[in-house]
């Protein structure tokens, strides 16, 4: 019982130590996650969208700078229906937003280049 109490005589201080430490620097473990990975590489890439893309942006008003900055940026892939592993562009599918979904993207993300193929209003 007495080692007990010293253990958490030192680990709730460093825990809290550590917490404002990292909170300060803006350390996160956001990025690491696999939703994160496809977003970020995806919108380092050069966009072309396909015509089918283009004709849903028209029909649903919605320009480029809205896909990349809200649609693709707070998306969530739906890595069951998307194909992480094709060679040699794995395409995806994602849903805008997380929660109740209102838009779907499918595009490919390949070398150089992210085409966005289809977008869908899901309501």
Do not use: W
Not at 1 to 26: A, D, H, Q, S
Not at 29 to 58: H, Q, W
Not at 107 to 122: D, G, I, Q, R, V
Request: proline share 5%; glycine share 4%.
């Amino acid at each position: 019982m007495k080692k007990l109490k010293f253990y958490l005589i030192g680990l709730i201080p460093g825990l809290i130590l550590v917490f404002f430490i990292l909170n300060k620097k803006g350390a996160s473990c956001s990025g690491y996650l696999p939703n994160s990975r496809v977003i970020a590489e995806t919108l380092s890439k050069e966009f072309t969208y396909s015509e089918d893309f283009k004709n849903g942006m028209s029909t649903y008003k919605i320009d480029e700078k809205f896909v990349k900055d809200s649609i693709i940026t707070k998306g969530k892939v739906d890595f069951d229906r998307s194909h992480a592993q094709k060679k040699p562009c794995p395409d995806y599918v994602l849903t805008y937003p997380e929660k109740n979904p209102v838009y779907e993207i499918t595009f490919e993300k390949c070398e150089e280049t992210a085409t966005l193929n289809s977008l869908k209003k899901l309501k």
